[in-house]
């Protein structure tokens, strides 16, 4: 589905870059210099993503953030896209993941829709949740429940946020209102090794927001409330309802989960 003017109301980062100075194991095992062109199931990580993207009416451009040696290879990929009118930019990479957004986004059209090229099991429900939450929220941040996310694997996620309610998961897919909402991210801009570094961590959020979280004294909503008065905009954390949007590409445990849930849903398609 192509995109129009009338329909086209946001632009999509794809960040698929690869960390400095860090050889990807799933990038060697395939033989392919960068992790978004690890195949699975048939087509690279990206295509998963672009495939998904293509099909949404309200994207109106895709900026890839990534090195700009990967561009070549990453031009064969996106040529079909392009010619059934979907613009993408390759937008060169930085070291620090808050100045790879900033760059991507500049002099695009709003609302942002971020997301990575891992991040292979992205649903067109999921991201359309995205643009309707932004109608009425600045930041929009996607968290699974741990009880959804064990029930696509018992190994689908070793990392939650553990909150009074429930434990979450992060997914890869964020909402930004518009240029001001950025400004969230700033945080992030030296760099966001925050459990290595506690006085940035307190900085941040303020030390009675942290032993709250670390006590489990709030709900995720109660903290979506609170981080939304430390920064002055509204935050909107989202739940849903798949526990696959919290599954991403990140090694061979997570690629084996994402495989089969790619091969479950292909089963499904055909019937």
């Not at 430390?230 to 990140?250: M, N, T, Y």
């Amino acid at each position: 589905m192509n995109a129009t003017s009338e329909t086209a109301t946001c632009t999509v980062v794809i960040l698929a870059a690869q960390r400095a100075g860090v050889v990807n194991p799933l990038a060697v095992r395939a033989g392919v210099s960068h992790k978004c062109l690890v195949p699975i199931c048939g087509k690279p990580l990206i295509v998963h993503v672009l495939d998904v993207l293509a099909a949404q009416p309200a994207v109106g451009a895709v900026r890839i953030s990534v090195e700009p040696d990967a561009n070549e290879e990453l031009a064969k990929l996106v040529a079909p896209y392009r010619e059934r009118g979907l613009g993408i930019e390759f937008v060169a990479s930085s070291s620090n993941i808050v100045e790879s957004v900033m760059a991507a986004v500049e002099g695009q059209r709003a609302p942002f829709v971020i997301t990575t090229a891992d991040n292979v099991l992205l649903t067109g429900e999921t991201f359309q949740n995205v643009l309707d939450a932004l109608r009425d929220a600045d930041v929009v941040m996607n968290l699974a429940a741990k009880p959804s996310v064990q029930s696509i694997h018992p190994e689908a996620q070793r990392r939650f946020y553990e909150f009074r309610d429930e434990g979450y998961a992060n997914c890869n897919l964020y909402g930004v209102a518009g240029a001001e909402a950025l400004r969230a991210a700033e945080i992030f801009r030296e760099g966001g090794q925050f459990m290595k570094n506690p006085q940035r961590l307190i900085n941040a959020f303020g030390l009675f927001n942290i032993l709250l979280f670390r006590f489990k004294l709030l709900s995720l909503e109660s903290a979506a409330g609170r981080i939304s008065r430390k920064f002055g905009l509204r935050f909107k954390a989202l739940v849903p309802e798949d526990g696959s949007q919290a599954v991403d590409v990140d090694n061979e445990r997570t690629y084996d989960v994402a495989e089969m849930v790619l091969k479950q849903r292909a089963a499904t398609a055909e019937g």
